[in-house]
């Protein structure tokens, strides 16, 4: 069955970095381009990087500049580097299978959730 299983959150303070991962399994992972998410508790889920079908990256305004996202097809894991963090990017940090992607697009299963991982920035 389908799993995303985020890791690397935890507690840093103003100005340092954390590297959030998601390992899937369960599917091709290359098929699915993947995305980065993060909610806070009344707010909406909102979208902080995802890769596009052709293999570019978006990246919401907040985050331009400081986040880097980077998928590796060969270890079924992809990655959010978050430098010079900000009190503001404190949140749970989910990632999802996004879009499918590529010739073998019929095997992702878009819209898979992971359970989430904390980030809290003081």
């Known amino acids: 069955h389908v799993q995303l299983v985020e890791s690397g959150g935890g507690s840093v303070q103003a100005g340092g970095s954390l590297k959030l991962s998601c390992t899937a399994s369960?599917?091709?992972?290359?098929?699915?381009?993947m995305g980065w998410y993060r909610q806070t508790p009344g707010k909406e889920r909102e979208l902080v990087s995802s890769?596009?079908?052709?293999?570019?990256?978006n990246y919401a305004d907040a985050v331009k500049g400081r986040f880097t996202f980077s998928q590796d097809n060969a270890k079924n894991t992809v990655y959010l580097q978050m430098n010079s963090l900000k009190t503001e990017d404190t949140a749970m940090y989910y990632c999802?299978?996004?879009?499918?992607?590529?010739?073998?697009?019929?095997?992702?299963?878009?819209?898979?959730w992971g359970q989430g991982t904390q980030v809290t920035v003081s």
């Open positions: 369960g599917f091709r992972f290359s098929s699915c381009g």
């Open positions: 999802k299978t996004d879009r499918a992607v590529g010739i073998l697009r019929h095997l992702c299963p878009v819209g898979y």
């Open positions: 890769s596009n079908a052709d293999g570019t990256v």
